[in-house]
């Protein structure tokens, strides 16, 4: 079985599993949101029909080997004296009388009935072994096509999948940011009622009450919306209620070196997409050198002519031969192709360079950014711990008259804030990971393991 027909059984065992789940609250691991998109994403499908139409575009450029037969059944019907003089000859009435100059000059209207069956068969035709060999590219690209179509798709889907993870544990920061919020105004309203607090201070609670609020809101917002676009991704419908599991695990990569740089020019879509182009250039060329050569093909054909019905015979003859065809001039048409296709394959040549250049500089940078992403994380997560204890040092110090309300509000949100710098850091961290395997071309090879 197919990879592709395997993807498709396991996506739909998953949406039947969802169908019968009713109610039943269903929870998405990374690869199976990725398994789903491979085999219900829009933009695969479409690319998996353009490859199989490429491929047909390879049978048909074989089929031009092949001969051709045509079957032809005609009527005709004239009082043009050659008309009519040819008509009589392929049935073989002809008689003495026709010769006559009034019979030859004036004749009367005459019909025939001409049933042929002819056959061309191509015996050297320089064009049409570079056309299969751009017809093979043009296949092959398709297929590079829908290779690159699964890649995109299943690092989108890596992507959004984290946008769902991030957006949940914003939201949890946000309620937790909700709850030091109010907590903070309860303590200022107790100073207030004891005569210990100023309004000011409950006023001010009060007003970062409002705005942590309004951050819950747009926490909210942002989860919906991340959940609406992976289930598009992975074709699961919108009435249907889905959790992701728990926060991913760090993707681990290997070191930046020869080996890794070599491998990703192997395995880089753009890159053998690019050497596709390249060959597909030489097969271009090869076709324009080939409109200065001959073409010869045989032909051969039988018919038969009657006058009263179709598909009957009142002659009948055959003819077949061979024939030479060469274009001496052409306007210069083809000295002006041979350059074009020239022009072509050097730029074709430039794109394989540039396109080798990018992947090395993509893939190193994918290397520096984790590595940075990495450290990035290790530091919010100590400031984490850092703006915790601040907060709870200063809330203390509130409780005795040591610390102002000022003082305790810029440290909580000091400390909102490093929450969610901890939540981007993570999430950032992980795409960072999962970033450099895409570079490398290998991204669902790795992540689907």
Request: hydrophobic share 40%; aromatic share 8%.
């Amino acid at each position: 079985m197919s990879p592709l027909l395997r993807l498709l059984y396991a996506s739909a065992a998953l949406l039947f599993s969802v169908a019968v789940a009713d109610a039943e609250t269903l929870t998405l691991s990374l690869r199976d949101s990725m398994r789903m998109a491979l085999g219900n994403n829009s933009q695969i499908k479409a690319a998996v029909y353009s490859s199989q139409a490429a491929r047909q575009g390879v049978v048909s450029a074989n089929s031009s080997y092949l001969p051709v037969v045509f079957f032809e059944e005609s009527l005709v019907a004239s009082n043009s004296p050659t008309t009519t003089f040819m008509m009589k000859l392929d049935e073989g009435r002809f008689t003495q009388n026709d010769f006559q100059i009034s019979t030859l000059n004036s004749p009367s209207t005459s019909h025939d009935y001409k049933t042929a069956l002819s056959i061309q068969q191509p015996l050297f035709v320089p064009s049409l072994s570079p056309l299969k060999e751009m017809a093979a590219k043009d296949a092959q690209k398709a297929e590079l096509e829908l290779e690159a179509a699964r890649q995109g798709t299943a690092f989108q889907v890596f992507y959004t999948y984290l946008e769902v993870q991030k957006g949940n544990a914003q939201l949890k920061a946000a309620d937790k940011a909700v709850a030091d919020a109010r907590e903070n105004m309860r303590l200022a309203t107790v100073r207030t009622s004891a005569g210990t607090g100023l309004k000011s201070d409950e006023l001010r609670s009060r007003t970062h009450l409002s705005m942590v609020e309004q951050q819950l809101i747009s926490a909210q917002n942002n989860l919906t919306l991340a959940r609406m676009k992976l289930a598009l991704l992975i074709g699961l419908p919108e009435e249907n209620m889905y959790e992701v599991s728990g926060l991913l695990e760090n993707v681990a990569v290997p070191a930046v070196n020869d080996q890794a740089i070599s491998d990703a020019l192997l395995n880089r879509v753009e890159i053998r997409q690019s050497h596709a182009d390249l060959e597909k250039s030489v097969a271009a060329l090869k076709l324009a050198r080939s409109e200065f050569l001959p073409t010869i093909g045989a032909f051969a054909s039988y018919q038969l002519n009657a006058k009263d019905a179709p598909f009957t015979s009142d002659n009948d003859s055959w003819s077949a031969g061979v024939s030479l065809k060469w274009s001496v001039f052409d306007g210069f048409r083809r000295y002006s192709e041979h350059k074009r296709a020239l022009a072509a394959q050097s730029a074709s040549r430039e794109m394989l360079e540039s396109a080798t250049k990018d992947v090395k500089y993509q893939l190193k940078e994918s290397y520096l950014r984790c590595e940075e992403a990495g450290k990035r994380l290790e530091v919010a997560r100590h400031a984490l711990q850092d703006a915790e204890e601040t907060v709870r040092l200063l809330a203390k110090r509130f409780e005795n008259s040591l610390a102002t309300m000022a003082e305790l509000l810029d440290a909580q949100t000091a400390l909102n804030q490093t929450r969610a710098n901890l939540v981007e850091n993570e999430a950032g961290f992980a795409l960072a990971g999962g970033r450099v395997y895409y570079m490398t071309g290998t991204f669902v090879k790795e992540m689907l393991k």
